[in-house]
């Protein structure tokens, strides 16, 4: 049972398979989802020394590029 959060689509190109897609409630339970994991990094980012919250901040930066190479 997907609970909405997939669809099973009809794969154009080969009529014995099946394509599967995020549906609608899917896709809005992902961003909840990612809002919340925000939202408690933040906060636990804020509770940081200063220190370590500089460290955090120099660090964004290789961060980035890492994520940046998924598009890849």
């Not at 959060?5 to 609608?24: C, H, N, Q």
């Not at 961003?31 to 919340?36: E, L, S, V």
């Not at 980035?64 to 598009?71: G, N, S």
Request: no cysteine.
């Amino acid at each position: 049972m997907t609970a909405g959060v997939v669809e099973r689509l009809p794969d154009p190109t080969d009529g014995r398979s099946f394509l599967v897609a995020i549906a609608p409630a899917g896709a809005d339970l992902l961003a909840g989802i990612r809002r919340q994991r925000s939202e408690h990094l933040a906060r636990r980012a804020e509770a940081l020394a200063p220190d370590e919250q500089a460290l955090l901040l120099a660090a964004l930066p290789v961060l980035e590029h890492l994520l940046a190479a998924d598009d890849t």
